[in-house]
DNA sequence: CATGAATGAGGTTTCATTCAT
DNA sequence: TATGAATGAAACCTCATTCAT
């Protein structure tokens, strides 16, 4: 699915085995030095491989920034595919509280990857990208099918439940990239706490609002 | 103020149209191509200068990068330190709705610094790097100055004004940097007015709420 | 004969199969692309086989070309070695104009064979290319035989016989080496017929001719 | 004219200088190794020039190659429009020996260029490789005109003249790319005397041939 | 002050060949 | 016998920077 990466290997499994490992390996320096300013020889030297070898799995650095970034996002990506499905057994809000709360706290764990996607999405050529950006997309749509949700029980009133399903992830992102700031200024927690609090209030129905129309 | 450029010229004045110059002619090659990706040549052809002359005023291509996001930063924190002071007479309801629309429609008009400043600032080296991470900070403090006076007035009620305030300036952000999702989603008056009615609903005293404890 | 390959095997009949099986594959692939930019990787494809079992048969790259050039020059010399022995029932001049038709014929079916042997002898080792050029050797020869016939019996009067024969040999691999000239010029009838009565007019023992000394 | 070459340079003289300084250093070592075989590094100590120098002045490697190419076919072509004026003064035979004599003499002293082009035109790209051919072709017309002029005033009587004028071309260079067969066959002097006669034979109206039918 | 030719280290990728399985 | 994963040297080319003019 999405993008296709030379190899000249036909054994699918070690393909993939060497892929994860290369990704797996590469993940940390690309994280610490960037994309562009990591050359084959340390990417090689991270992978204990030889050039020859890692160009036997893969077309291109590129190629391995691709695996980079998806191995990234398929950390959380995984996780939630399957914490999901108890979600449904509760309350629509007791659901998304608890879903944003393992969000927020998983992304603090993998905050480097968070930053990195950020900055070296652009990179990517375009099928690369689509691939990624789709990964987006779906993390979205699992705290949009929660809203529905809650929507359609009447717990929830929302207008654009996209909006605010994107919100939810993007503040999530925000507590990895935007750490140089948010660090001095509350912790998880708070951070978490206010945001929560913050979502709740507005999609609640009770709380009545003219709306502001400037 | 922040960090300190080579130069061989004594002509101060010189210096700085030179680099205004400089950071004007590459913002738009940065943008476009990425800094890494972006090589001096192309640098000096946007330019209209020799390679010498570039280095007559600039001390490594690094100093470039610092000189086009500072172009970028000063051109939204140059425009509120302008209109900032009308906020003053009105409400602050008024003034923070005000606020908010001027800031949102701007970042529109420059999304590509923006996306850019996102992407880019993790390779400048640290003095630069700081002064970068201070224009944001103004940026955050112009609204949390809105917000305390607010507060005082008993307009608004805020526990923690800073990370509202921040919230203010990276949803503004995120309309440029996640423009591949959120134009598929909502217009910028959409967003704006969906943003505006949720941060005021966060803020007002009059909503009573509990508190989500989880 | 001539040039001496490694290989791992004991098996000659099986050493000469794969060899044959090898030549035959690769010259598409060689006459195409051209020997230096083939790769073993390009080289294994052709053939069908691993790259462990090609050098089981044989020592290196270079080998191959040499295989891939005697495949070719047999294709020609066999067949001369077969119909040689019927032309020694006609008489001298149309032995020579029938051998020449059917050589130049042949020729033209083989023309990128011609056309490569002209551009890769060069970069045979030292005994690999005495064989090669042992081979062409023997393709003048044969017009030797033919035009040394002719004088004897008189029908013929040339000077330098090899010289002759060489041009024979010459301006039939022109007509592949200078196509991009020559279909231009020509069809292969008019080719063929022109230097037919050019080389006559040549050797015939009425024309008489001063000889021009400059 | 002909194929175009990048270089970062604006001032046209130095790159022709550079580029002829190329040509003339690298000229030796491509005879002598062949192309694929000779690597950039050899390339720039054969200049004396570092890596960087030399692809300001080219764009590619295969750009030298068309460098050195055309410099060796320059050498008689150049040659040829100069002394090409003398010959309109002679009779069309005095000056067809006479251009013969000079051309095959010429092509005697640079026959390293001429097997070497035989050998390299095929690694040029498209347009540089028409530029090439381009050449042969003005080399064929040269000798195209002497026959013409004589075939006006009734010396000559030829059928096909550009046929005719394109063996001459071609036996004169097969003496350089056959060397290591007519070496042993005869010397230059009666190389060029057996095909002077030959041609001369030819093209004699005086000659009658009932021209062989097969 | 302004130029751009020169540098050579270092970039990514390909290659022919070996050898453990 | 047959395989193809592994190797790492060497390939071509670009780069940021300097300095003589």
Redesign the interface.
Known sequence: MGHSIRT?SKDDELVAARREEIARNVARVFVKK?Y??TSVREIVDACGMSTGTLYHYVGSKEDILYLVINHGLSIYTDFFEETAVDLDTISPTDAL??AI?EFYQRLDKFQDFT?FI??ET??LQSSARQSV?DA??RL?RIFERLLTRGCEVGEFKI??V??VA??IV??AE?WA??R???RK??TLE??T??H???F???ISPT?F?E????
């Open positions: 000249y960037g562009d300013r509280v608890c709360r930053v950020y900055q652009k990179n950006l987006e997309r979205v207008d654009n996209t909006l994107h919100d993007v503040v925000m990239v935007r140089w700031f948010l200024c509350c708070e951070y706490r206010h929560i609090d913050s709740l209030k507005c709380h609002t709306g502001y129309t400037s």
